[in-house]
């Protein structure tokens, strides 16, 4: 490996992954610069997960090359995976708490486990982050307890409370109503601020992601298809950009065709 | 044909270096991961103190079958009163590990089983993993510790419920002298037996505990099942060859210490 331009926080290149002869990822490149939030859209099945996955070391990559602060990131190398780990965190689709722990155990949970910080200091500072995401009430409650949103905020109470330089997030409002995605996205860019972490989104969520967001990048069949400001990505005359970033237009005009009673459009294989 | 034998032979000698590797890495993690007691201690309550009744209730029917038939084959040769040889011997030697290994597994086996398949599908083991923290370590080590003392501990359980039931039936209700019964237990068993009985007991609850955690832990691996049906899968897949793995265990071992 080579080594990369230390700008960016985080930088792949030509990032390649598959599963039994499928492509899931084709020579996929970008960089986070640090203190930003970068998001990959791109429809279900992009493979956005996955990417974050291969970052995260969860899945092993094919191929390509990641770098972190500028040093190549090789998660066979327990040294240089074990620091990645402390100073990053993950956030899960499904928030992937613990159901026997309670709220304070699960934040706890991290602290327990990778410090040699005592019994109090953990409760502590693990009371402190419930504290900071609006929780601390709820500190002895299960999370199975708690509604969905509350689990949205204790699984980033838990990812923040090892104070990481950077937090990935999975599809964070899969499964959300409009509204509750705009609190998550707005708790994101909120703590973000707050904490002043790198964050890296996969989402398939445009207009939240583009708010929030400092660069974006388009995921489409495995490979990075644009990347950019969100306002250069609204400018943009890509056609995968455009039907993706137009896909309620094309919904609405499909509608209206059907209402019309016209013959309705050609699918796209 | 041979290529296809060649290739599932080949599987299986991977699958088996995977779970010692498994193993392994599980017992290594004892030093890396914190806080290891108070995981021991859970591990103890589930495989110990919820599978109390079921050791009980299996070892004192157990002890009063072996009293009944006892009784009925002994009096034939006017022998009654080794009855208590006779129950304490087949219990020692054989029924209660393997009776009382069987009953965990299908008790605190399948239950562990299913646990860590939840897991690995709700993505709290890969969670553990990003958060820098041993899967293993936190998840597999303290039931594996857990099960070196545990299984030993209900398989004596197991033995003095049996003995007791085997006096109620052989004493109470056949006639044989309590004295006689239990002269007989204490001349029967020497230490040879009980050594021999710790061992299987040790041995099937690390064995057990292992497969039974190896087939949760790669519930996501079962082939043609996701979800539910693959926590299912791999709960029925650890209970069965654990089931297995303490029949074939016992014949090895009482073959080497006999």
Not at chain 1, 104 to 115: I, K
Not at chain 1, 135 to 145: I, T, V
Not at chain 1, 173 to 185: I, Q, S
Not at chain 2, 242 to 257: H, V
Request: hydrophobic share 45%.
């Amino acid at each position: 490996m080579t080594a990369a331009n230390t700008d960016a926080l985080l930088r792949v290149r030509a990032l390649r992954k598959g599963f039994d002869g499928r492509v899931v990822l084709r020579d996929v490149g970008f960089a986070v610069d640090r203190g930003s939030i970068f998001s990959v859209l791109g429809p279900s099945g992009a493979g956005k997960s996955v990417l974050l996955k291969c970052l995260a070391g969860v899945e092993d990559p094919d191929g390509g090359e990641v770098f972190f602060e500028g040093r190549p990131l090789d998660f066979r190398e327990r040294t240089v995976r074990d620091s990645f780990r402390r100073r990053c965190s993950f956030l899960f689709q499904g928030n992937a708490l613990f159901d026997s722990l309670t709220a304070l155990q699960n934040v706890a949970l991290p602290l327990e486990q990778t410090t040699n910080l005592s019994r109090a200091e953990i409760r502590e500072r693990a009371m402190q982050a419930l504290a900071q995401l609006e929780l601390d009430e709820h500190a002895g409650r299960y999370p199975g307890m708690l509604s969905g949103g509350m689990q949205k905020r204790l699984a980033l109470a838990r990812a923040i409370v090892t104070q990481p330089e950077m937090v990935f997030f999975d599809e964070p409002t899969a499964g959300l109503d409009p509204l509750r995605r705009n609190a998550v996205f707005a708790m994101i860019a909120k703590y973000q601020a707050l904490f002043g972490f790198t964050a890296l989104i996969v989402t398939h969520d445009v207009v939240e992601a583009l708010a929030v967001s400092c660069m974006v990048a388009l995921l489409h069949q495995g490979e990075i298809c644009f990347s950019g400001t969100p306002e250069e990505f609204a400018a943009s005359g890509h056609p995968v950009v455009q039907s993706f970033r137009d896909s309620p237009d094309a919904l609405r005009a499909t509608l209206d065709a059907l209402r019309r009673g016209d013959a309705l459009p050609q699918e796209e294989p | 044909m041979v290529g296809s034998i060649g290739s599932y032979t080949l599987s299986r000698i991977r699958g088996l270096g995977d779970f010692g590797l498994f193993v392994a890495t599980s017992l290594g993690a004892i030093f890396a991961t914190k806080r290891l007691p108070g995981r021991i201690g859970r591990a103890v309550y589930e495989q110990g103190f919820r599978c109390l009744p079921v050791i009980l209730i299996v070892g004192a029917f157990t002890g009063m079958v072996l009293g009944l038939q006892g009784y009925y084959v002994l009096n034939r040769f006017g022998s009654e009163g080794l009855l208590g040889a006779l129950v304490s011997l087949s219990l020692v030697r054989e029924m209660a590990p393997v009776l009382a290994a069987l009953m965990l597994v299908g008790q605190a086996g399948s239950a562990l089983a299913a646990e860590l398949g939840i897991q690995r599908n709700s993505e709290q083991i890969a969670a553990l993993d990003t958060m820098g923290i041993s899967s293993r370590g936190y998840l597999v080590t303290p039931r594996l510790l857990s099960a070196a003392f545990v299984f030993p501990a209900q398989t004596a359980l197991f033995v003095a419920v049996g003995l007791w039931g085997g006096s109620l039936s052989g004493s109470l209700l056949l006639g044989v002298d309590p004295g006689v019964y239990w002269s007989s237990v204490y001349r029967a068993v020497d230490a040879e037996d009980v050594r021999e009985c710790l061992i299987k007991a040790v041995t099937f609850g690390l064995l057990t505990t292992a497969i039974c955690a190896y087939q949760g832990f790669h519930a996501h691996r079962i082939k043609g099942a996701t979800g539910a049906r693959a926590v299912s899968a791999a709960t029925t897949k650890a209970v069965v060859i654990s089931s297995i793995g303490i029949l074939a265990a016992d014949y090895i071992i009482t073959s080497f210490l006999v």
